[in-house]
């Protein structure tokens, strides 16, 4: 059975209620003919009613006979959480029929799905997607046009005054996009809403987000001049969206055994994000997993910071290709106590960045793996990351004490995320221990 921690679980909660009342079931009061085996993980809970609850250890899929909306379910957490904390009270044993039933669906499920998928393989009909192609394209254009004019008329009319505008200024120029089917532009747009007023910097830190911007339209009209993996680049940014059927075609399928090294979520839009950094330990790879749910739906795949899984990972076209979708994962998950694949210097990170910069210019996070640095806390100004050369980048806003803690003022393996001006630290490695710094959003 694979060990996690109680971290680990409770970042699989919807939401930190769910969390609090599986720490509450946590334990054996109330679990009975509970076991494992190498496939699975279960027992049955004494609540209002007997609730079987199940755990495929595959993929941490999960079922529970409770009717509970939010999922994971509190007996699934409190099984996980008992399991973390007291391994030893689950016995090898043979999976009892209502679990092997479950499993065997699970398995049916999966091969028909595959069947379905081979079914619906078919040629695509060129030519209609080419006048769907070209009818979107126009509508695009009109927006861009519209939006060139917006920005000029922005810039001119001089940047100190945005600090009072409105929301609704920069709303309503995002729906403008959203309606000529480019929402990849409308969220760059949202988000420049945010930065006015936040910080003394912020008018550079905006015109630098203009700059990108203008960039970007620039870009998407002269498509046809440039490579076409940056093409797929500039596409997606600007809002198309790549079918399942096409990243079947075209991504670029990767097999490895990927380490999970983070764990965020964020709100965007009312929906949930989830995001996973995964990294293969014989490629070297970066991939960027995102999942979205909308409430408290479940996300579609369990991954756990801090493990390592057997699988095979799909990249989006791209000139850097980042991110990425899980497409197999096999055998067990296990924990990590190695060093990852990352960078001995500040300075070597900072040339790899510039050099996927050069190959995409609008990449907005970088997966940063820092070998042997310290944390160096700083009164009113930001933390830095120093390494053995003494070159350091900052952290991001705020006192990072849990991760000075941790550390103990030795050298770590940092993990963050590096968005090109501050470092947001995910985990690190010491002692051969993963820690995870949790999912805060930004």
Excluded at 42 to 47: S, V, Y
Excluded at 266 to 277: D, I, S, Y
Excluded at 295 to 300: C, I, L, R, T
Aim: glycine content about 8%; hydrophobic content about 40%.
């Amino acid at each position: 059975m694979i060990e996690l921690t109680t971290e680990q679980v409770a970042a699989l909660a919807p939401d930190e209620k769910a969390a609090v009342a599986g720490r509450k079931l946590g334990s054996g009061k109330t679990w009975r003919h509970q076991g494992t085996s190498d496939q699975a993980l279960w027992g049955e809970c004494q609540g209002s009613a007997v609730y079987q609850t199940k755990i495929d250890l595959s993929d941490l899929a999960y079922n529970c006979t409770c009717p509970s909306r939010k999922l994971p379910c509190k007996h699934v957490l409190g099984l996980l959480f008992w399991a973390a904390t007291s391994p030893s009270d689950f016995p090898n044993a043979q999976p009892p029929d209502w679990v092997t039933t479950w499993l065997e669906k699970r398995e049916a499920t999966s091969k028909r799905r595959e069947e379905k998928k081979a079914a619906r393989d078919k040629p695509v009909d060129a030519e209609a997607q080419a006048k769907r192609f070209a009818k979107r394209h126009r509508a695009v254009l009109d927006g861009l046009e519209r939006l060139d004019l917006w920005l000029k008329d922005t810039v001119r009319g001089g940047i100190a005054g945005l600090e009072t505008k409105p929301p609704s200024y920069w709303e309503s120029q995002a729906k403008r996009l959203v309606d000529a089917q480019a929402k990849g532009l409308a969220g760059r747009v949202r988000r420049m809403g945010e930065i006015p007023g936040t910080g003394v910097d912020w008018p550079q830190r905006l015109l630098a987000a203009m700059g990108r911007l203008a960039l970007l339209t620039h870009a998407y009209r002269r498509l046809d001049e440039l490579e076409e993996k940056l093409q797929a680049d500039i596409r997606q940014l600007v809002g198309w969206t790549v079918s399942q059927d096409e990243l079947d075609r075209v991504g670029e399928s990767i097999g490895d055994r990927w380490a999970v090294v983070s764990h965020t979520e964020e709100e965007e839009e009312r929906l949930r994000v989830r995001r996973n950094w995964l990294v293969g330990r014989s490629s070297g790879r970066h991939a960027l997993v995102i999942q979205f749910a909308v409430a408290s739906q479940p996300f579609g795949q369990a991954l756990l910071a801090g493990t390592w899984f057997d699988g095979v990972v799909v990249f989006y076209p791209g000139a850097e290709p980042q991110r990425a979708m899980l497409k197999e994962r096999r055998g067990e998950l296990s924990r990590f106590d190695s060093a990852l694949p990352g960078h001995a210097s500040v300075d070597g990170f900072l040339l790899a960045v510039a050099e996927s910069l050069a190959r995409q210019p609008w990449l907005g996070r970088h997966l940063a793996i820092l070998r042997n640095v310290v944390i160096v806390p700083r009164d009113e100004e930001p933390w830095l990351v120093v390494d053995e050369c003494r070159s350091g980048l900052p952290l991001a806003r705020g006192e990072h004490w849990q991760l000075l803690a941790g550390s103990g003022g030795h050298p770590v393996e940092l993990i963050a995320e590096w968005d090109t001006a501050q470092l947001w630290p995910l985990g690190y490695m010491a002692d051969g221990t993963f820690r995870s710094l949790g999912t805060t959003q930004r």
